[in-house]
């Protein structure tokens, strides 16, 4: 059975910073494009950052640019969301999702494989 899980979620002060991971079980990541989205209630799901299958590209919704980093740790299987300099308005649900392709993917529809999300707070 395919199956993501985000973890590393939680709350911190505006200007913290926290660490997302994914985990794949079912397949291993290394073989998927993955992508980062995050859905505030009552706004719809968007993109914050994918990276290629093959970690030669990468790429960050403006809002997060210079602030987050997406990674791959191919030795533990993980994709790892860094996440600095937090603002309230990062607050959402945070979703791991992969596509089998090579390429970077932006819209929630061209991923196949979605974990369950993991609630990110930005609040003093």
């Known amino acids: 059975q395919v199956q993501l899980v985000e973890s590393g979620g939680g709350l911190v002060q505006p200007g913290g910073s926290l660490r997302l991971s994914c985990l794949a079980s079912?397949?291993?990541?290394?073989?998927?494009?993955i992508g980062w989205f995050r859905q505030a209630p009552g706004k719809e799901r968007e993109v914050v950052s994918c990276?290629?299958?093959?970690?030669?590209?990468?790429s960050y919704a403006d809002s997060v640019k210079g602030r987050f980093t997406i990674s791959r740790d191919n030795v533990k299987d993980t994709v790892v969301l860094q996440m600095n300099s937090l603002e309230p308005k990062d607050t959402a649900a945070y979703y791991c999702?992969?596509?089998?392709?090579?390429?970077?993917?932006?819209?929630?529809?061209?991923?196949?494989?979605w974990g369950q999300g993991i609630q990110v707070t930005v609040s003093s």
């Open positions: 079912g397949f291993t990541l290394e073989t998927k494009a």
């Open positions: 990276i290629s299958r093959s970690d030669t590209d990468a």
């Open positions: 999702a992969a596509r089998s392709y090579s390429t970077l993917g932006t819209a929630p529809l061209e991923y196949s494989y």
